[in-house]
């Protein structure tokens, strides 16, 4: 089969294009996510895509390894929200012109690992067009911003990042957030 999917969201949704509450899953090349609009008061994180785990020793992971996550509104994680403990790889692909009201425009993780090998997240920088389409955007974290709260022994959850790719200007840390890697800034 060849060809794209494109899966359009709607604006006033109730929910992310994907939730990942346990198991693996992969998002291929030939995927858009797109156009989702979270209504702010219900389900309000992740406009194109969750990751959490709600079962303690449930293993929640995504794997994107091309596509396009794009146009998306949430109020943390306009693109994807990692949290729980969770777990998102990105080997490909881009995520781009996504909102987040708080924080996180491309990318919000809270208490879980990302690791970005290959791909390309746009931010967005104080010289950069606010008017581009392609840029992520927030009050934090333009292009990823990472939480963690930091549960003390014997349960330690730090977020750590590892990032050996192309990261488009501002990234936020806060707490005990470890962050790895090449950075690649345009």
Do not use: C
């Amino acid at each position: 089969m060849t060809g794209s999917i494109t899966i359009k969201g709607r604006d006033n949704a109730i929910g992310s294009l994907l939730l990942i509450d346990g198991g693996v899953s992969f998002l291929s090349s030939n995927v858009v996510l797109r156009d989702n609009k979270l209504i702010s008061s219900i389900n309000n994180n992740g406009g194109a895509v969750t990751i959490r785990k709600t079962n303690l020793f449930a293993f929640s992971a995504f794997n994107m390894l091309g596509g396009t996550i794009t146009g998306n509104s949430a109020v943390n994680g306009g693109g994807v929200y990692v949290d729980d403990g969770s777990y998102f790889t990105m080997e490909g692909g881009i995520i781009s012109g996504n909102t987040a009201i708080q924080r996180g425009g491309g990318v919000f993780i809270n208490n879980s690992n990302f690791e970005m090998n290959s791909g390309i997240i746009y931010g967005f920088s104080s010289g950069s067009n606010s008017n581009n389409a392609d840029i992520n955007q927030s009050p934090a974290g333009h292009a990823i911003y990472s939480r963690s709260m930091g549960l003390l022994p014997p349960n330690d959850i730090y977020d750590t990042l590892y990032i050996n790719s192309t990261v488009s200007d501002n990234i936020s840390v806060t707490s005990t957030g470890l962050v790895t890697g090449n950075w690649n800034f345009q």
